[in-house]
């Protein structure tokens, strides 16, 4: 009886069971859901609500090809890049002062010099009115990013979530007032946004609360903002 491993001899002869440690996903697994955190990453949001704007998608306004390839760059080098640049510039010097921030440090970090960013990627299309919807877009992105630094200190937010949900939050506005070319990628991204969240718990140390208030803030604060901004 007691050849089975999952069970012992106890000493005051009862058998006892023990707990037999969860199976270890195939590493197929695991790499399908770091490629959905990359495909899904926070910095791809709002370029990608901005494409679809561009692309005649979420607007009923045609944009020439050169339109569409102005306001993308733009946006990719000051929503993208440009934060990269500045995080890396910061780590630079950091190391060469001998200082090591935490990870929690370097989250605030990130927050706020995206927050600026896309101000200042806003404030490039300030006065085009044919870009207004893009601008919103921008400005919005900025107060769901600001709201995020904020709570930072209060009770933190899974930015992963934050950011598909304001995604979504900017989607379902724009679908309420007529832009029914969004429904599809809408659709698809709510199907993604319940992966994401198991992805987010299941390869991180995020908590519940944490992945879901922040598809739930995400979504509610962009809904609102787009409306008022």
């Excluded at 006892?16 to 399908?32: D, F, H, L, N, Q």
């Excluded at 910061?90 to 990130?110: C, D, H, Q």
């Excluded at 107060?143 to 933190?156: A, D, H, L, Q």
């Excluded at 908590?207 to 208030?213: C, Q, R």
Aim: proline content about 5%; hydrophobic content about 55%.
């Amino acid at each position: 009886m007691y050849d089975d491993p999952t069970i012992t001899k106890p000493t005051d002869g009862a058998a006892t069971i023990k707990a037999s440690s969860p199976a270890t996903p195939p590493k197929g697994v695991e790499r399908a859901a770091r490629l959905l955190q990359w495909v899904l990453h926070p910095v791809v949001m709002t370029p990608l609500m901005v494409l679809m704007i561009v692309a005649g998608m979420a607007s009923p306004l045609k944009y020439p090809m050169v339109v569409r390839l102005y306001v993308m760059a733009n946006v990719v080098a000051l929503t993208v890049v440009l934060p990269w640049c500045m995080r890396s510039l910061i780590g630079y010097m950091e190391r060469r002062r001998g200082v090591e921030n935490s990870g929690r440090t370097w989250r605030i970090v990130a927050l706020l010099v995206q927050c600026i960013c896309f101000v200042a990627c806003g404030y490039v299309f300030d006065g085009v009115v044919v870009l207004a919807l893009v601008r919103k877009v921008l400005y919005t992105a900025a107060v769901v990013t600001g709201v995020t630094y904020i709570m930072e200190r209060i009770f933190p937010l899974d930015y992963h979530t934050v950011a598909l949900g304001g995604l979504l939050g900017m989607m379902w506005m724009l679908l309420y007032v007529g832009n029914f070319g969004l429904l599809v990628p809408f659709v698809v991204l709510i199907l993604l946004s319940g992966l994401l969240c198991t992805v987010r718990l299941w390869l991180t140390d995020a908590k519940v609360l944490s992945v879901v208030g922040g598809l739930v803030v995400g979504f509610a604060l962009s809904a609102t903002m787009l409306i008022f901004i």
